[in-house]
Structures are given as C-alpha cells and as structure tokens.
C-alpha cells in the first residue's frame, strides 16, 4: 500500500508493472502510450529486469513471446495501429499457452486515426484480434489508479490460465494526472518458484521442457482441451462493478473512461429525480453477462455508452438477449461523452425520442450510395486514358 | 465542490505546469484531482492548455469540455474559451496581454495584470504563478499552504530562491484581486 501521488496513467502503469513483478518489456514507440516504454527504459534495468526498445511492434510481441516461455513476467504495449501489428504475435502466444501482458493503450481508428483516445478496438480486444479459436483476458481500468494496480492481476490471471492478458486502456487515461495509490507490496518474481512448463537451464536430469505453438495432428483435441479453462474463466473470473445499478429505469453500460461521463449522468439525473444506473465491466473478456441479464431485467431500457461505433452494444444485447430494449450512445473516432450528452440519450429513452440514440440503419435512411465511374475519365488500368 | 478549470495560453508561459501544481496543491489538500494536458499535433507559438479537475467527490471525465473557471493568458485563448465556459463561471484574464474583453454577460470576468505583476517582482515567466493567485483568491478551490507543498514536489529540482520567488508571484496575484 501507498500514499496517494499524482502520476500520469502511463507512468503508473508502468511502475505498476515492474512493482507487479515484470522483468521484461519490449516495445516500439507510438503516441499515446510513449510514457510506458520511456518509463521502463529509465526504471526495468534497475529493477534486474530487461528493457529492449525493438525494431518494430511484430519484433516486440515476438520477443516476449521468447521471454514469457521462460516463466518471465514478460509484457508489451503499444497502441491500436500497433497492437494490429502484435496480432500474428498474440494468437501464437494463445496457441503456445504462454502468460504474459499487452497493454492497450487507444487511439482513434481504423487505419492510422488519430492520437487522440478512443475505444474503438473492443471488437479487436474481445474477439481474438488473431486467427483462430482463442481468447485474451481483457482488463479494461477506469483510473490512473487500476491502470496501475491492474499488471499485478494481468499477470495472475494470465500465470493462473495460461494465456496472455490484455489491459485496454485509451488515450486520455494514459495522458492523464490523477492522484492513485498502488493497493499492493512490490512482488520479488524471484520468490514466486518457477513453472513446470518453463523453458530454463536445468539440472537433475528432469525431462526438457518445449513450448510449441505448432500442434500438428492434435490441433482440434488441443483447442478443445483449450477451451475447458476459458468455460472456467466465463464463469468464474467476471469482474464488475455497479452504481445505483439495482434500481433504475435507464441502465448505463460502460467501460473505461465513458463510465466515468456516464457516473456525471447518473449523479445529474439524480438531481433531476430520474432513476439512472452504471454497470461497468471490468473484465471485458470474460464479459459479466450473467449480473447485467439480472440488472437488465429490471430496467426499462440498457443504454450502451461507448467510444466506438456499436462494439460493447453487441455484448449488451447477447448478454440481455432480448428481454429489456438495448439502446446505443456512440461517440466513435475520439469523440468523448460527458454528463450532459448522455443525460439527452436517457431522456430520448424515457420520453421515445431519437436524440443521443444511434441506429446504424436509421442513420443511413433516405441516403444512397452508388458506384461511380465514368469511361469519359479513362477506363481502368488504362494508363493512356483521360485527358 | 467541483471545480472544472482550463487554462490556456502560449507554449512557454507555463500553463501546462500550473495545471500541474493546482491538480498536486489539489492531492495535498485531501481532495480529487486530475489533469490533462491537450496533446496533439499543437504549432510552435500556438495555444497550449490544460484541463484540471478539483473535487471533493469523484472526478468525472478529465476533460473539462464546460469549465467552471477559464484562465486566459494569451489573445488567441480568449474566443477559443470565452463560447465554452459555464453559464455563471469565472473568467480570469491576463490584462497584460489580453486587450480584448469578452462579450459574455452571463459570466465573471476578473482582470488580472500578471506580467506586469511578474515583471514588479523581477521575473516574467512566473505569471502563471499570479493567475494562480488570483483564481485561489476567487475560487477557494485549494489553499495558498497547499501550492506552496505542491511546489516542492513538482518543480523538484528549482532552487530555494526560485521557490521563495513563485511563492510571492502567488501571493502577489492573491492580492492582486480585491
């Protein structure tokens, strides 16, 4: 335990990883998670650990792949345009049964965005991101002070199953001040005892240890053996937390910094005497889908408040399955909710109107598209064409 | 109380770091705080700023997209700001460099000459420290004490003099309102 301090989201981040026990980082700098890398570079040598800034974000992933094989607290981060590069990396990491941990921390998408903070790698985060039949834990903080205290967690639940975890952070949590304390000792991994599956220079004889990510002709058994545990971690490890969440009209859904816009809403509507809730997952995967069908039934409508445009909204309605209307509040591309925007969509809610409620196919209504070209232009791929 | 602050001038004059020590003066005064900076691809000579949050309860979002209190040190940051602050919120400008008034009657306005404060006690750079002054005066939002504490954790490295010096820019703009 400590006092509380003013850090930075990704400064506490990092120190978190290294009190977590983290002895290897390898990274490539991106804007907005450039603290972290620059932080482990002043901090992971001293701490007896290893710091490599790598020749690009595939490098990186690679690398702690080699180092979580050996049982090292082994991590990575980058932000979204290079947690796509990572991807071939992560999905090996899953086949090899490896722990380790890849930060997240986003920004404005598709393609290269923006650098402003975003959340529109939900999907990315929670359904693999990789090929194949794998998933990732996702730790998705609200405050410069999980950002700090979740590495510790990551790595537990990553050791404790066997499979990489991710923190999903955005932007503005990385950029910002905040005053946090971290809610444990610093860990010595030299005290932790090594894995019995763990790459390592060995005596006495014992059989070597190989980490394969190639099955061969046990693929199917394996990825079925697989996904024993991740039935384990749905039902055991959600995480969540709720605000006035038992008994409201209008149930707020959101991770990350939106939840804290939606607590604004919540308080507001308070005033106003209108019943408003928050369910904020923290675990994004496994998603706490079990607790919001109860809440949700309760409710009159489940608005999901994202950063994004309709990603969270899909676990929403698989998770309320139709029992309660789900309804979503989007700001996609670095747009960022407040009080007052969400209080407009509960509003349209309660009194059946449009505004702050985003509909995909209503959103294109009376619009249409078409494919144009013109032969006057030239034709294609004819390098003598036009004028 | 929840305080929602943006302050806002040239690169340089320092309003990056007096965000920064009003959001630590917040921590030592056992409240909530938070700050952030506007990053992005900003010009050289161009507009800097900072959201800062003081609160008794919980920050909301960092970013303070209605400020209940505007510092503007610089022109260009008046009619950026002017549009986005509260309905009944607090305007303190830097009348050293400011000439333009806002047009907002809805608002309070107070002018404070913090480069000429500064330049009295012989240092232009620590206007920021003036305007600092004067919204504690007029916002209460963190004590004087609190600052001062602050400083010692965030400008680590500045000598005793310097130190002695920003405490008087902070109490001269203090006064500075009446």
Redesign the interface.
Known sequence: MTE???RKGNEALAEGAIRAGARFFAGYPI??QNEVPEYMSAFMADAGGAFVQAESEVAAVNMVYGAAATGTRSMTSSSSPGISLKQEGITYLASADLPCLIVNVMRGGPGLGS??GAQGDYFQATRGGGNGDYHVIVLAPNSVEELGNFPKLGFELAEKYRMPCMILADG?LG?????MAFNFDPVDPNTLGKFDWAVDIHKNGRAKNNVFSYKGDNLIADVVERSKRYGLIEKTEPRWEERDAEDCDVLLVAYG?SS??C??AVNKAKEEGVKVGLFRPITLWPFPSRRLAELAAKAKGVLSVEQSLGQLVQDVKLAVNGRTPVYLNAYPAGG?????SILTAVHSILNGGKEGLFDLQEHAEGFVYECKRDSRLGIQGDLKGGK | MYQGIRIAGFGGQGVISAGILLAQAGVENKKNASWLPSYGPEMRGGTANCSVVVSDGEVYTPIVSAPDTVIVMNEPSLPKFEPIIKKGGLLIINSSLVNSRPARTDITTVCVPCNQIAEGLGMDRIANLVALGAFIKLTGAVTLESVEHAMKKVYKRAKPEMLELNKQALQAGYDAVK
């Open positions: 509380k301090t003013l804007t907005p650098i402003a503005i950029q910002m001040m905040e005053s910094l804290r816009a607590l604004e960022q909710p407040d009080g007052a």
